[in-house]
T-cell receptor, first 114, second 112 residues
């Protein structure tokens, strides 16, 4: 029973393509996040959603658009992929906004842009 | 600007001995600190945390120490076991934000 799941696990695509990564959590959490871990291993937050509402939007190119159809899902759509988008993307969730700092992470999606 | 720093990229410890992983931070607004453990091809998993009102928190073999004046925290693992071999990330958060700021991680290897 995976708590936070992501699909796909690996994604190889060419520059200029549009791709999506899906995330689902079955923990009943209210808040979900997307993180990016780059080649230098920095794990940086990109977005957070609370009950389908965007809360955090870090300085991320607008080619990246999160979509939350319900509070158990937070998908990440990326337009016009660039070489620099190659990274591991992690989805995470937590119980209450501002109430719990403990975030539960998915296994990650390794995106390679060629 | 790296607000959370883990200056040791790797650490090697013999099984049964103590592992000490260090973390420094620069933002005095941080009031909650966490350690995450990450195995290859998996997401980080929460290990232990500490609030800024405490200086120590213990959970089994894991103890986190916080020195606010030095803006430094450390994770002690005693005794270390081969299964502890992983990358350990320090993270910090400021009050009323749900944003975790992560360090770059320390790879711990516990050898028999």
């Amino acid at each position: 029973d995976t708590a936070v799941s992501q699909t796909p696990k690996y994604l190889v695509t060419q520059m200029g393509n549009d791709k999506s990564i899906k995330c689902e959590q079955n923990l009943g959490h209210d808040t979900m996040y997307w993180y990016k871990q780059d080649s230098k291993k920095f794990l940086k937050i990109m977005f957070s959603y609370n009950n389908k509402e965007l809360i955090i939007n870090e300085t991320v190119p607008n080619r990246f658009s999160p979509k939350s159809p319900d509070k158990a899902h937070l998908n990440l759509h990326i337009n016009s992929l660039e070489l620099g988008d190659s990274a591991v993307y992690f989805c995470a969730s937590s119980h209450f906004l501002y109430d719990s700092y403990e975030q539960y992470f998915g296994p990650g999606t390794r995106l390679t842009v060629t | 600007d790296q607000q959370v720093k883990q200056n040791s990229p790797s650490l090697s410890v013999q099984e049964g001995r103590i592992s000490i992983l260090n973390c420094d931070y620069t933002n005095s607004m941080f009031d909650y600190f966490l350690w995450y453990k990450k195995y290859p091809a998996e997401g980080p998993t929460f290990l232990i945390s500490i609030s800024s009102i405490k200086d120590k928190n213990e959970d089994g073999r894991f103890t986190v120490f916080l020195n606010k004046s030095a803006k430094h925290l450390s994770l002690h693992i005693v005794p270390s076991q081969p299964g502890d071999s992983a990358v350990y990330f320090c993270a910090a958060s400021a009050r009323n934000t749900d944003k975790l700021i992560f360090g770059t991680g320390t790879r711990l290897q516990v050898f028999p």
